[in-house]
């Protein structure tokens, strides 16, 4: 299992954070997403299949453009 963290400072309720965790949750292999508002993190884990560029192209499906790397 990979765990990968994204900053995404468009995030900033929680509609914000159902949508986010909706749209990452369409990808298959994905066990947990966790949105923080304070920080504007979202963690991801999932399986060794999922890759960044797929996660990242999930937020920004979500609405969300502005989207970093963190690790
Ligand atoms: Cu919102």
Do not use: F
């Not at 994905?30 to 923080?36: G, H, Y």
Request: charged share 20%; aromatic share 4%.
């Amino acid at each position: 299992m990979v765990t990968q963290q994204y900053y995404v400072p468009g995030v900033s309720c929680a509609h914000c954070v159902r949508a986010v965790t909706e749209e990452i949750g369409t990808l298959s292999d994905v066990m947990r997403v966790d949105v923080n508002l304070d920080s504007k993190i979202v963690t991801v884990d999932h399986g060794d299949s999922v890759t960044s560029e797929q996660i990242v192209a999930a937020i920004q499906e979500a609405g969300y453009d502005q989207v970093t790397v963190v690790r």
